[in-house]
Protein backbone atom coordinates (compact mmCIF):
# COMPACT_ATOMS: atom_id res chain seq x y z
CA UNK A 1 0.00 0.00 0.00
CA UNK A 2 1.44 3.28 -1.03
CA UNK A 3 1.03 6.47 0.01
CA UNK A 4 -1.46 7.68 -1.98
CA UNK A 5 -3.56 4.80 -1.28
CA UNK A 6 -3.36 5.57 2.06
CA UNK A 7 -4.43 8.97 2.32
CA UNK A 8 -7.49 7.79 -0.03
CA UNK A 9 -8.46 5.49 2.69
CA UNK A 10 -8.08 7.89 5.29
CA UNK A 11 -10.00 10.88 2.99
CA UNK A 12 -12.74 7.92 2.49
CA UNK A 13 -13.25 7.66 5.90
CA UNK A 14 -13.23 11.17 7.02
CA UNK A 15 -15.46 12.18 4.54
CA UNK A 16 -17.81 9.04 5.90
CA UNK A 17 -17.32 7.87 9.30
CA UNK A 18 -16.01 11.43 10.52
CA UNK A 19 -19.22 13.43 9.76
CA UNK A 20 -21.32 10.81 10.91
CA UNK A 21 -19.50 11.13 14.56
CA UNK A 22 -19.34 14.71 14.42
CA UNK A 23 -22.92 14.71 13.31
CA UNK A 24 -23.33 12.81 16.78
CA UNK A 25 -21.45 15.06 19.09
CA UNK A 26 -23.42 18.11 17.77
CA UNK A 27 -26.91 16.13 18.48
CA UNK A 28 -25.38 15.13 21.76
CA UNK A 29 -24.02 18.79 23.17
CA UNK A 30 -27.26 20.18 21.62
CA UNK A 31 -29.68 18.04 23.66
CA UNK A 32 -27.48 18.01 26.60
CA UNK A 33 -28.80 20.73 28.53
CA UNK A 34 -31.97 19.34 28.01
CA UNK A 35 -31.67 16.43 29.89
CA UNK A 36 -33.71 15.91 33.39
CA UNK A 37 -31.00 16.23 35.69
CA UNK A 38 -29.59 19.55 34.69
CA UNK A 39 -32.19 21.47 35.31
CA UNK A 40 -30.16 22.87 39.02
CA UNK A 41 -27.76 23.79 37.25
CA UNK A 42 -29.51 25.34 34.26
CA UNK A 43 -31.56 27.79 36.40
CA UNK A 44 -28.54 28.73 38.70
CA UNK A 45 -26.62 29.72 35.65
CA UNK A 46 -29.63 31.98 34.58
CA UNK A 47 -29.65 33.40 37.73
CA UNK A 48 -25.93 33.88 38.21
CA UNK A 49 -25.84 37.19 36.29
CA UNK A 50 -28.20 38.86 39.59
CA UNK A 51 -26.03 37.77 42.16
CA UNK A 52 -24.20 40.24 43.93
CA UNK A 53 -21.92 39.29 46.37
CA UNK A 54 -22.70 42.86 48.45
CA UNK A 55 -25.96 43.25 47.20
CA UNK A 56 -26.02 46.38 45.56
CA UNK A 57 -24.03 48.47 48.19
Excluded at 19 to 38: D, E, N, Q, S, T
Amino acid sequence: MNGHSTYEALRHIADSWGLLAMLVVFVILCAWPFRPGARSRNQEAAEAIFKDDNDGE
